[in-house]
């Protein structure tokens, strides 16, 4: 089955990071790979119902990798690919925006 993806690149972005979630795994992701553990404890209050599934999306959407060892216990790695990577201009400046704002707010 064909993926459809929408005529604007704004909606298709949004698509692909719309969930807040998605986009904090991101930031988290950009310093390099890491552990489920490891993206729980970083991305903040997520349930790992709400971790998993964020993550096989992501995944699916070819965002990022996963990476199963066998061992006992499983250890699993996520890995941003190029596409990944590529977000981060987006991410920064939503940085530089949130920055800003908060600086708006406190005068």
């Given at each position: 089955m064909e993926k459809v993806?929408?005529?604007?690149?704004?909606?298709?972005?949004?698509?692909?990071?719309?969930?807040?979630w998605k986009v904090l795994i991101l930031r988290?992701?950009?310093t390099g790979t890491k552990r489920?553990?490891?993206?729980k404890k970083s991305v903040g209050n997520i349930s790992q119902k709400v971790l998993t599934s964020n993550l096989r999306s992501m995944e699916e959407s070819?965002?990022?990798?996963r990476k199963v060892?066998?061992?006992?216990?499983?250890?699993?790695?996520?890995t941003?690919?190029?596409?990944?990577?590529?977000l981060k201009?987006?991410?920064?400046?939503?940085?530089?925006?949130g920055t800003?704002?908060?600086?708006?707010?406190?005068l």
């Open positions: 993806l929408p005529a604007c690149p704004v909606e298709t972005t949004l698509m692909l990071i719309s969930d807040r988290d992701l950009l489920f553990g490891e993206l070819g965002l990022l990798t060892y066998a061992e006992v216990p499983p250890r699993v790695e996520y941003l690919t190029g596409t990944g990577y590529s201009p987006v991410l920064d400046a939503m940085v530089e925006w800003q704002y908060k600086a708006q707010q406190n």
